[in-house]
């Protein structure tokens, strides 16, 4: 073939080359000025989400009751992070965390987190409800039956029962444990029932993290713990009240915290929790409800909240 012949067509394809790359160019370029005039979906997403951080006792209760039918009933995303009240609190003020919403099982978390000293990281917060604290136990361990028949202390000392608590440093509920063991140790005159049962405060073969404690009681690795009522009747597992003179329970209070990233999303969790969805869930999983009391400076309170809480209950008693 002649080569003056092919020279059309050499012509035809670079032009056909030329036109496709630049209708690709064109295109890119179209794609991406769209891209970038629209939001950021991980933006978005982020100022949606309310991110509350929550007693470890509280874990069912608000991952699977509260969280979702606040999503349900406002649109929002709920993110939710569990542990000790304490350890929470810490982490807070060493700045290793944030959140919007805090909810401690102990009104004097809430004190360590107050004045400019603690970063003004609360104001206000709301006491709402209560949980006793109780002696959980798994129902098939070989030491049930002494457990169900014999006074709690007896049955905590025979000898090979594994007991599982929470760190009385991290937890209100571990701190409650050892200064309820440490009180029946006077009122029952056994100056070594708490060497028998617990060992010492922070004995490692005891302590757990409050959010997996649960776990290992249900697997069989423990065969009784200490835990708050909500927490056995959640996982329907067996309790044992402890007697009138030693009671303590865990005292559920609810901030905004002072650099929250999504204050009005706060405020919308806050509301969905102490209005009548909130509490009837709260009462469900074997929460006390009481009246509403605000600690703090009231003047803080948003107004809205401070209008809910006068609507369901009479104005909510206030201390300073």
Known sequence: ???????????????????????????????????????????????????????????????????????????QHFAGYAAGSNKIANELRGKLRRGDVFISASPKVN???????????????????????????????RYAHQLQTQRWDAALQIPGIKIGRTDPKLDPKGALTVAMVEHAQQLYQTPDLMQHTLGDAENPDQVLPEETLLGRLQSGQLDAGFFYSTETSDAK????????????????????????????????????LLGPQGQALLKQHGLTLIKPVVHGSP??????????????????????
């Open 111 to 141: 004190d360590s987190l107050s004045g400019s000293a603690n970063g003004d990281l609360v104001h206000w917060y709301v006491q709402f409800a209560a949980s006793p604290l109780v002696l959980g136990y798994n129902p098939h361990s």
């Open 237 to 272: 597992i067996p309790a044992i009240p402890l007697p009138a003179e030693l009671a303590s329970q865990a005292d559920y209070t609810i901030a905004i915290l002072g650099d929250a990233r999504n204050h009005d999303g706060a405020v919308s969790f806050v509301q969905f």
């Open 1 to 75: 073939m002649s080569p003056f012949l092919a020279r059309p067509r050499l012509r035809a394809g670079l032009s056909g080359r030329l036109l496709t790359s630049l209708s690709t160019s064109l295109f890119t370029g179209l794609l991406s000025s769209l891209l970038f005039a629209l939001p950021s979906t991980s933006a978005q997403a982020a100022d949606n989400t309310v991110q509350v951080l929550y007693a470890g006792s509280l874990t069912n209760l608000m991952e699977r009751s509260i969280g979702p039918a606040f999503e349900q009933a406002t649109g």
């Open 299 to 320: 003047l803080d309170l948003p107004a809205s909240l401070q209008a809910l809480l006068d609507a369901a209950t009479g104005p909510a008693e206030k201390t300073q």
